[in-house]
T-cell receptor
């Protein structure tokens, strides 16, 4: 069974500072990994995804994530945070079995940005 | 934007009443999903569909049923609503059918309150 751990429930950063959100996964084979962002009262928006190939993945809004198989991690980064990045971020791991794609989500990390 | 709408967006109902939530997509995707989102739990899969009249259970399916009579519509019914079903419900579609590079995209959500 697959699982995702987001160890930080809440993170506060200053505007302009760098950001790293942690994500660890558990899955026996090569995982498909995702980061989604959710603004208050909104649905989830896909930031980026990793399926194979280059382990550094670029996404929208200036975000990137790095897949590290040895550490079972897929951490999300941004070099300079903007106030509009305040939101909740979800890491997810996907797997396909018999055509059924199961995606397991972490519990989310809520990001607060202070001026 | 994956062309997903959900209705209603907000609903308040009383314990014991049946409730139906609708998910509508405009891009003819085969796979559709219903999740619920609760604090501390992330998103959990209720039911999914892999075609017209083809549905299956997710991890939290008790008390819920689904129907898909047309490709574009996926209905979630709470047969007799309980307070534990107060939640935000998200519909998702999955692009593609191969599984290897498919991605799930989410609708805007329905906030349901059961009194």
């Amino acid at each position: 069974a697959q699982s995702v751990t987001q160890p930080d429930i809440h993170i506060t950063v200053s505007e302009g500072a760098s950001l790293e959100l942690r994500c660890n996964y558990s899955y026996g084979a090569t995982p498909y990994l995702f980061w989604y962002v959710q603004s208050p009262g909104q649905g989830l928006q896909l930031l980026l995804k990793y399926f194979s190939g280059d382990t550094l993945v670029q996404g929208i809004k200036g975000f990137e994530a790095e897949f590290k198989r040895s550490q079972s991690s897929f951490n999300l980064r941004k070099p300079s945070v903007h106030w509009s990045d305040a939101a909740e971020y979800f890491c997810a791991v996907g797997a396909v079995s018999g055509g059924y794609q199961k995606v397991t989500f972490g519990i989310g990390t809520k990001l607060q940005v202070i001026p | 934007d994956a062309g997903i709408t959900q209705s209603p967006r907000h609903k308040v109902t009383e314990t014991g009443t049946p409730v139906t939530l609708r998910c509508h997509q405009t891009e003819n995707h085969r796979y559709m999903y219903w999740y619920r989102q609760d604090p501390g739990h992330g998103l959990r899969l209720i039911h999914y569909s892999y075609g017209v009249k083809d549905t299956d259970k997710g991890e939290v399916s008790d008390g819920y049923s689904v129907s898909r009579s047309k490709t574009e519509d996926f209905l979630l019914t709470l047969e007799s609503a309980t307070s534990s079903q107060t939640s935000v419900y998200f519909c998702a579609i999955r692009t593609g059918t191969s599984g290897t590079t498919d991605t799930q995209y989410f609708g805007p959500g329905t906030r349901l309150t059961v009194l």
